[in-house]
């Protein structure tokens, strides 16, 4: 790869996450009626699945758990995976653009020898599964406590 290809893919990819994010904050004004409390229920699972993923993270420094197993966690995808699981709870429709935008920044993580597969499919997956589950017990405890309609 010429080093000015590798200039261009390495900003795409420091782009990425940051881009997410972005997307991530707006998603809930992105469309109409802009319901308050759909809105800060999506943020509250995001935030904690993003929690989640830093937290996991100082696991794995302390423990070294990836390590354990010859893998390395990868940040970058844990978080991309959550913000994606994240957002496609809330625009069901978002689904499959997210997925595979974030397939090709997998894809370019491992052409950039960022990761291997495993350590982004490993990280991600724990990452994505934390947020479904962050999501559905958040979106669920809200439904159980809301007044019952007269």
Known sequence: MSPIASTILDAVADSFDPLLTIL???CPFLSKPRALRPALLYYLSAGAAIGFVYLMR???AR???WTSFG???STHSAFAAS???SMGAFRRSWIAPLALATALYFSL???MR???LLDIL???AVAGLAASMLHRAIVHSSLSHREPTR
């Open 83 to 85: 913000l994606v699981v």
């Open 58 to 60: 100082a696991i794995d």
């Open 114 to 116: 960022y990761h291997g």
């Open 24 to 26: 991530a904050l707006a």
């Open 109 to 111: 993580e491992s052409i």
């Open 71 to 73: 893998l390395d966690f």
């Open 63 to 65: 423990q070294q758990i």
């Open 122 to 124: 490993s990280s991600a």
